[in-house]
T-cell receptor
Framework: GQQLNQSPQSMFIQEGEDVSMNCTSS?????WLWYKQDPGEGPVLLIA?????ELTSNGRLTAQFGITRKDSFLNISASIPSDVGIYFC???????????FGTGTSLTVIP | DAGVIQSPRHEVTEMGQEVTLRCKPI?????LFWYRQTMMRGLELLIY????????DSGMPEDRFSAKMPNASFSTLKIQPSEPRDSAVYFC??????????FGQGTRLTVV
């Protein structure tokens, strides 16, 4: 299936720092989604992007739909301990009508 | 809405036994997805339904796996016979028009 490359694989940051992660694909997507997964739980949708170039915020989270439609970025400002978890990107193409998930970025916030 | 509901949350079974995982999607959603998550392979799409009809089952590992959606509010994923390598967390997700997918809490399956 489709492979989405997500980077970095893991991050260890101090509380209060900003975080950036990205996701790239070899294919064009019409929708980009960002999820957060806590241990023992299912992924929870954070932000959905539907248009190339779109910049959307959800509290301290900001995500962008890349102009090429082959990438997306997620930024977290002023990180706090509860931001700890694994962040996944997902791309959706109309063809096949399914979501393809990235490999995840594991975030650790050090108080 | 209660969200996507999966049962059981945990299942431990012996190799060779039949396992049935259950999912109730969000009311009104017309797409339902079954995923499997492992450390090695991440989130893998097994099968998805649109309006209760299986659309793509190319991710189903082998014939031991089967999925049904008898109505808009219920789906099952069955493994028969189960093997230790089937141990994973299985997620069900649903969406409207195939867009934003909402996940259940998952079923952690352990086959011993």
């Amino acid at each position: 299936g489709q492979q989405l490359n997500q980077s970095p694989q893991s991050m260890f940051i101090q509380e209060g720092e900003d975080v950036s992660m990205n996701c790239t694909s070899s294919s064009i997507f019409n929708t980009w989604l960002w999820y957060k997964q806590d241990p023992g739980e299912g992924p929870v949708l954070l932000i959905a992007l539907y248009k190339a170039g779109e910049l959307t915020s959800n509290g301290r989270l900001t995500a962008q739909f890349g102009i090429t439609r082959k990438d997306s970025f997620l930024n977290i400002s002023a990180s706090i301990p509860s931001d700890v978890g694994i962040y996944f990107c997902a791309g959706h193409a109309k063809t096949g009508n399914q979501f393809y998930f990235g490999t995840g970025t594991s975030l650790t916030v050090i108080p | 809405d209660a969200g996507v509901i999966q049962s059981p949350r945990h299942e431990v079974t012996e190799m060779g036994q039949e396992v049935t995982l259950r999912c109730k999607p969000i009311s009104g959603h017309d797409y339902l997805f079954w995923y499997r998550q492992t450390m090695m392979r991440g989130l893998e799409l097994l099968i998805y339904f649109n309006n209760n009809v299986p659309i793509d089952d190319s991710g189903m590992p082998e014939d031991r796996f089967s999925a049904k959606m008898p109505n808009a509010s219920f789906s099952t994923l069955k493994i028969q016979p189960s093997e230790p390598r089937d141990s994973a967390v299985y997620f069900c997700a649903s969406s409207f028009w195939g867009l934003e997918a909402f996940f259940g809490q998952g079923t952690r399956l352990t086959v011993v």
